[in-house]
């Protein structure tokens, strides 16, 4: 892409002082930073000394994808960082330097008085340790009996709170009265701000005493008591003289606070605000804030040329705007914005909207030629009914899709659960029997072309007290006439695995499922072959169930480490975050995913499909009963009450910078899929319904006055 005039001046000039860029999504920004960096390496900088900063690590995958296509004869491997992962390395690096001080209460070891190294635990480990150590002291003071919500959601959001304390800069002991304060106006909600709060003391707690660092830990050790320290600045300052930072309006205060610091001692910087941004204000991200290092850059530069959005998909974006009450301006274009959109005027129920979007799909791969990776799926959100029609309907029209959404549990993936059974079953000596049920669904998703009906015969048949039977023992022609003998081969070839597996020594889980599904379930005839999805899903399962025998070994090696980790799985652990999930497929296939997810991705497509348009979740949060983003953010004023005013305004606003954020992101047309009754039976009339709407009547009677 040719860069423009102002791009150009972001690339190759002011190389030696800080410059300040901002403007819309999709005005290349980014694409001038990444020119930047190529600049700065030809003109003799090491690329070791350049730091790219991002809010979250997937920001960065264009940095890195970029650089190594570079045609530069010097090295281009340019690090990249976050908040979270420079709080990790340097509290890991300079640990000694703080281990032994009182105020921040480690333990000494009994056996050396000494505080020994510190174990790291990732969102899973978390809540490992909270189920085990948390769960029975919520039950027995009957915590949060008023909420009903699954445990690891609780759990998430005790977490949540931790880890905004420690992004936004305040005490994690303040966390029930700043949400009191602004919120409790009912007994029962103190009450469970009360609970919150001595969850996440009791937590913190355990932590200190056994050296566990969750990230909220990390980030404070890092930014209270590691970066104050002359070692620890002069060593990333002096290591990293150029900073390169992306989406500023995406993290938090405490990288703002960070950069404050930093920024004067650079040669040069480069900070990216996104205008219209600030998506990720649930997991703390201030945008507010972010503006106020606008001062301490010698150079702005604004890009408003969209290198995006068609001159109608611009259009729709400023009638949407007018609309969603976001600007006064009337719009005024050369182009109709009715052009940028297309929707079936007549649909009442989801099953329609849901073939209707489907068939769309197919005319424009199949008859126009565009790419199905083009095309994104989202709704706000994506539960598994809707995802399983969708991938039935574009199977149907021989269209390629993948799915993505973050922040699941392991186990409501059917590939996970697929595995866990399987190693139920290769393990006997776990004493956890695989029911009936999951043995049956197991073998649906593990034996290609094996319905669920014929799986459970097959489970009928030949799973007895916790053990599968061979396929050649059954004896009754007329069923193996109807299971097929190709199909009944293909399970004796796992039940064989399996037998020989369990003549051998156990493996660690994490090797046995990489060797499982490596041996068969990759295979031809087998449920993962050719599945990207469930080969993401297996692989993040082998990092997780490896990372858990890894720190779990370190902190208590008597336990029966696998087992222990089935048991989390099957209790609902919420995954990590794995960044396969996040780089850009290059398979040819139809994103599905929520709204939000596709939106953090920050890439552009050329043709969106908005499912079920007239659902309030588009402008509505997540239900959160012990958190609260916006009370806990650096912007709330302490000891003002959250109103109903606030609600509504903060809804409109979510709703807009939703909206307009995806607009920008789309190079041809949006399609709106609307039913008029949810999934549930209910009359859809949400607020970005109510919008889309307005906007047609408006321009209707525009065209009827010309």
Known sequence: MRLLKDQQRVASEHLDTRLYLDGLAGTGKTTAAIERVKTLIRNGVPASSILIWVPQATLAIPYRQALQRARIDADTNVPTT???????????????????KKELGFQQSEQSNQIEDPHFLSLELVQYYMTRHLGPEIDTNDYFNSVHISRNRLYTQIVDNLNKAALVGFAPDTIGDRLKSALGESVEQSFIYDDAQKSAAKFRELCLQHNLLDFSLQVELFVKHLWPLKEVQRYLTSNFRHLIVDNIEEDTPASHDILRDWLPQTDSALLINDSGGGYRRFLGADPINAAELRDLCQVHITLDNHRVMSKELE??????????HQTNDMPDSDVDARDAIAYAPDISYQPQMITWAAESIAALVHEQGVPPREIVIMAPYMPDALRFSLQKELDLQLVPHRSHRPSRALREETASRTLLTLARLAHPQWNLPANKFDVANMLAAAITELDLIRARLLADVLYRQGKLAPFTGITNDALTQRITFDLGMRYQTLFDWLQEYQSQDALPLDIFFSKLFGEVLSQPGFGF??????????????DSAQAFRQTISEIEPNLDIPVEYVKMVEEGVIANQYLRDWEDDKRDAVLIAPAYTFLLANQPVDYQFWLNVGSSGWAQRLYQPLTHPYVLSRQWQSGRRW???????????????LALGLVRRCRKQIYLGFSQYSEQGYEQRGDLLMAIQTMLRRLNRSEANA
């Open 82 to 100: 976050t908040i979270g992962k420079l709080a990790y390395d340097m509290v890991k690096l300079f640990w000694p330097m703080i281990a032994n």
């Open 315 to 324: 259009a729709l974006h400023d009638e949407l705007a007018f609309s969603l």
């Open 529 to 542: 072959h050719g599945q990207t999805d469930a080969a993401n899903v297996a692989a993040n399962l082998i």
């Open 643 to 657: 109103t109903d005013d606030d609600e509504v305004r903060t809804d409109e606003q979510t709703l807009a910078y």
